[in-house]
Nanobody
Framework: QVQLVESGGGLVQAGESLRLSCAAS????????MGWYRQAPGNQRELVAT???????NYADSVKGRFIISRDNAKKTVSLQMNSLKPEDTAVYFC????????????????WGQGTQVTVSS
């Protein structure tokens, strides 16, 4: 079984910073992409940032220049440094991984964390 566990959410004021972390555990052979998505009330889940095992990053336009994604392949962790937070960043943030689990039929799959709430007050 594979688990993604997030930490680091909370309530901050506009302009402040937060750091989210996510650790993957369980029977994992290898991880390709990891990243973060978010979902605000009434909205669809949207991409925030992703990073490949080789360190190639991709950011949503709305967070470019403010958020930084990083990962530790050996520890199977991904982090999101969020700076200059805005009220519109308020959402539940979900950790994501595209990985190959160790099981009888080994196929690449998407995995998600349970989500962590980020609230930015104005």
């Amino acid at each position: 079984q594979v688990q993604l566990v997030e930490s680091g959410g909370g309530l901050v004021q506009a302009g402040e910073s937060l750091r989210l972390s996510c650790a993957a555990s369980g029977s994992i052979f290898t991880i390709n992409a990891m990243g973060w998505y978010r979902q605000a009330p009434g909205n669809q889940r949207e991409l925030v940032a992703t990073i490949t095992s080789g360190g190639v990053t991709n950011y949503a336009d709305s967070v470019k220049g403010r958020f930084i994604i990083s990962r530790d392949n050996a520890k199977k962790t991904v982090s999101l440094q969020m700076n200059s937070l805005k009220p519109e960043d308020t959402a539940v943030y979900f950790c994501y991984a595209y990985l190959l689990p160790i099981r009888q039929k080994m196929t690449w799959d998407d995995y998600w964390g349970q989500g962590t709430q980020v609230t930015v007050s104005s």
